[in-house]
């Protein structure tokens, strides 16, 4: 297994995106980026602890590479806002790639520079050193499987996962795919 940390917005939004890619493991939503140790939710939603909103892949690089799992990223949210994500705004919901090791900055590099063509406006994405990696409270864990139903996931993560089945088929499990 190898490690992805990603953050891309609100880390509901991420976390379901990524956990019906074929090659995930397993994953966490978290935090990542801040100096504080073991932040909350309160913390991090303060934007005082410079932390982001995150999730920690888990994958197989057999099933996946780390280049397909950014051409998701860039796909599924809005690299080019700085500090936001839709109607979660602050520095908590910045656009980041935490690379764990030189091969993964020089991917993220290539990738983010391949992914400058599909946008008008520059994209803000962060390629910054992972450094710590905290798991958020059980609470925002799988957060969408548990509350599809929710004026949130049905306003702002269906439409990512909708997306993700129309035009990324060939990277979903295939219990995720659309019949």
């Known amino acids: 297994m190898e490690k992805a940390t990603l953050a891309a917005g609100c880390f509901w ?8 890619i074929k090659g995930v493991k397993k994953l966490k939503s978290g935090y990542s980026g801040g100096e504080e140790v073991n932040p909350s939710y309160r913390e991090v939603s303060s934007g005082k ?3 982001a909103e995150a999730v920690q892949i888990a994958y197989d690089p057999k099933a996946i590479s780390y280049e397909d799992l950014l051409y998701i990223f860039f796909r599924t949210h ?3 806002q700085v500090d936001r994500q839709g109607p979660d705004v602050g520095h908590q919901y910045r656009s980041v790639i ?10 993220a590099e290539k990738t983010k520079k391949e992914a400058q063509k599909l946008y008008d406006d520059p994209i803000a994405t962060e390629i910054k050193p992972y450094k ?3 798991e958020a409270e059980e609470s925002h864990q799988d957060y969408y499987d548990r509350n599809k139903d929710t004026r949130y996931c049905k ?4 439409p990512k996962i909708n997306k993700l089945q129309k035009s990324y088929e060939k990277y979903l499990k295939d219990e995720d795919k659309k019949t």
């Not at 306003?155 to 269906?158: C, F, K, L, P």
């Open 13 to 20: 939004c991420v976390e379901a995106v990524f956990k019906r």
């Open 49 to 51: 602890t410079e932390h």
């Open 78 to 80: 809005d690299p080019t």
């Open 98 to 107: 935490f690379y764990h090791d030189e091969e993964q900055k020089v991917k």
């Open 132 to 134: 710590a990696f905290y």
């Open 155 to 158: 306003v702002i993560i269906d």
